[in-house]
T-cell receptor
Framework: SAVISQKPSRDICQRGTSLTIQCQVD?????MFWYRQQPGQSLTLIAT?????????ESGFVIDKFPISRPNLTFSTLTVSNMSPEDSSIYLC????????????FGPGTRLTVL | GQNIDQPTEMTATEGAIVQINCTYQ??????LFWYQQHAGEAPTFLSY??LDGLEEKGRFSSFLSRSKGYSYLLLKELQMKDSASYLC??????????WGAGTKLIIKP
């Protein structure tokens, strides 16, 4: 299994500002996924970050709002731009496992509160 | 559209057995996953089914019927630490995970 760390673990931000979340993996992976989990709800995929190419965004998510960087095979960032209270959520990065099941391993998450 | 249904919440007693059901309608099927998520923590992988039948892993078992679009997670000898949300997720024909809303399991002594 992969070991994944995220920074920051939590933050409280003002409306209209931006926050960049970092995700570091202890091994090289081709794909990294960014999810949002709003309170009491399940996971929603924001985008897939591939090294060396533009991220692929899911319906309802756009690059201007959630720009992603993927400078190498072990690191990615997600920026939540021009934040509003509706962006308050847990943001999780995940990577596919190297085992037989293609299961995903998740980072500990970043708990974001926007005032 | 793609849809995964699971009960919102279930309650069970310590030492007992509980079955959490999941039904799905997806564009293609490349496997079904169960994850456990404790409050405030990240989801952790529990089980994977791609063929019909039962997969057993210690106190946890997972069953799949592809023809019925149905799976269940069976937890035996429940412990207080099993109190968590259990997420069902299906990998569709594009190898994308479609997630259910999760079932919050409450264990009472």
């Amino acid at each position: 299994s992969a070991v994944i760390s995220q920074k920051p673990s939590r933050d409280i931000c003002q409306r209209g500002t931006s926050l960049t979340i970092q995700c570091q993996v202890d091994s090289q992976v081709t794909m990294m996924f960014w999810y949002r989990q709003q309170p009491g709800q399940s996971l929603t995929l924001i985008a897939t970050a591939n090294q060396g190419s533009e991220a692929t965004y899911e319906s309802g998510f756009v690059i201007d709002k959630f720009p992603i960087s993927r400078p190498n095979l072990t690191f990615s960032t997600l920026t939540v731009s021009n934040m509003s209270p509706e962006d308050s959520s847990i943001y999780l990065c995940s990577v596919p496992g190297a085992g037989d099941y293609n299961e995903q391993f998740f980072g500990p998450g970043t708990r974001l509160t926007v005032l | 559209g793609q849809n995964i249904d699971q009960p919102t919440e279930m309650t069970a007693t310590e030492g007992a057995i509980v079955q959490i059901n999941c039904t799905y309608q997806t564009s293609g099927f490349n496997g079904l996953f169960w994850y456990q998520q404790h409050a405030g923590e990240a989801p952790t992988f529990l089980s994977y089914n791609v063929l019909d039948g039962l997969e057993e892993k210690g106190r946890f078992s997972s069953f799949l019927s592809r023809s019925k679009g149905y799976s269940y997670l069976l937890l035996k000898e429940l412990q207080m630490k099993d109190s968590a949300s259990y997420l069902c997720a299906v990998m569709d024909s594009n190898y994308q995970l479609i997630w259910g809303a999760g079932t919050k399991l409450i264990i009472k002594p």
